[in-house]
């Protein structure tokens, strides 16, 4: 089975753009999940999708959103970026009935 | 809110060694986590664990519920092990229950 893909892998970005960043996960997993990870406040959680619907959101302003495709696939978007958006975002995908994460690689995003 | 910490923050090794990094966390969970992750920021689940110990290779992990404590060992180190290992508690339902602590940047020096 093919792992979890993250695309772009590496983006710079200037600020007051906006970004979208891709994720499909391991056939057959329908959850999926997003973390940004950075030196300072290592991994945090952003979102958790399941089925196309948003399941659960961490403490992240607004401007950070997604969503999920009938194929599982999902997308997460960054409007307005900011220096401190500069990071690693990760995904992360589980079986149903699985709480065990599958990571991707990740995307590095740089803004400057 | 779980408190998760870990130490130490970082550890450089002989190849051969036996290593011990350490988590603890403040609030009661349902399963604790460890991961790996290599220079270049993929990360590996090593283990997902509630209670006892779970072995896999040189790897073995260990967690003590009442203590709020676990631990995870590399037995017989090599420099391939080099990685930041991260621990994070989970306290139930999705993504959102997890705490991850700031990760051991472990050395394994030939």
């Known amino acids: 089975k093919a792992g979890v893909t993250q695309t772009p892998r590496y983006l710079i970005k200037t600020r007051g753009q906006q970004v979208t960043l891709s994720c499909s996960p391991i056939s057959g997993h329908r959850s999926v999940s997003w973390y940004q990870q950075t030196p300072g406040q290592g991994l945090q959680f952003l979102f958790e999708y399941f089925s196309e619907t948003q399941r659960n959101k961490g403490n992240f302003p607004g401007r950070f959103s997604g969503r999920q495709f009938s194929n599982s696939r999902s997308e997460m978007n960054v409007s307005t970026l900011e220096l401190g958006d500069s990071a690693l975002y990760l995904c992360a995908s589980s079986s149903p009935g699985q709480f065990e994460q599958y990571f991707g690689p990740g995307t590095r995003l740089t803004v400057t | 809110k779980n408190e998760v910490e870990q130490s130490p923050q970082n550890l450089t090794a002989q190849e051969g060694e036996f290593i011990t990094i350490n988590c603890s966390y403040s609030v009661g969970i349902s399963a604790l986590h460890w991961l790996q992750q290599h220079p270049g920021g993929g990360i590996v689940s090593l283990f997902m664990?509630?209670?006892g110990k779970k072995k896999h290779g040189r790897l073995i992990a260990t967690i003590n519920i009442q203590e709020k404590h676990s631990s995870l060992h590399i037995t017989a180190s090599h420099p391939r092990d080099s990685a930041v290992y991260i621990c994070a508690a989970h306290q139930g339902g999705g993504a959102d229950g997890l705490t991850f602590g700031k990760g051991t940047h472990l050395i394994i020096q030939p």
């Open positions: 664990l509630s209670s």
